[in-house]
């Protein structure tokens, strides 16, 4: 089927986080912002800057900024290094089967009229590893294409408490977000979208 997409390796687990799990979460990446604020990053080369704010916690960190995009242990405006990843999320890693220990929590926070272009996680060391996606807050419409830039893409919808895992071919496909359905959650205040992609940066072992 010409726009069936076929993905082997990626599982997507509708509701896996119950409400009070959403909200434990919600108050570990609130205490992991207020020691590492969220920045707002921008395009290499053109110094564009993007419409999601992020932050990180666990060993390493995801930045871009007008020399490129890399993964560094410390804050880029602070300094200080990332704060250490949350037990609950080294647990639902674990729980998931992904492999040896995250390193890298990416805290992506979309306010209204916030998305992300398509693109392909392509920083990282190794690719061994799946990419698991957390949803909290509004609901994301996200689209996920294949493993180059062209061909059929499909629109699936993100909502508070969805956990995705993106593993085997799946790791490489071509996703962005086109935007978040604005009062579609009530479990952020003030409204918005917060997702936490956990990562495998190095090959281990
Ligand atoms: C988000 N974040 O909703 C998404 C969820 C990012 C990003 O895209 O890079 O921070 S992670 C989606 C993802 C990760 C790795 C592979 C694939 C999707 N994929 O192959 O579709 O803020
Ligand atoms: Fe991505």
Known sequence: MADTIEAAGLAIHPGLLSPAEQRALLSDI????????????????????????????????????????????????????WPPMPDRLVALWRSLGAPAEPEACLVNMYDEGAKLGMHQDSDERTYDAPVVSVSLGDTAVFRMGGTTRRGPTRSVRLSSGDVVVFGGESRLMYHGIDRVLSGSSRLIDGGGRINLTLRRVTPWS
């Open 30 to 81: 609130a205490a992991v912002i207020r020691k590492a604020p969220l920045f707002r990053p921008t395009m290499p080369r053109t110094g564009k800057p993007f419409s999601v704010m992020m932050t990180n916690c666990g060993p390493l960190g995801w930045v871009s900024d007008k020399t490129g995009y890399r993964y560094q242990p410390r804050h880029p405006e602070t300094g200080k290094p």
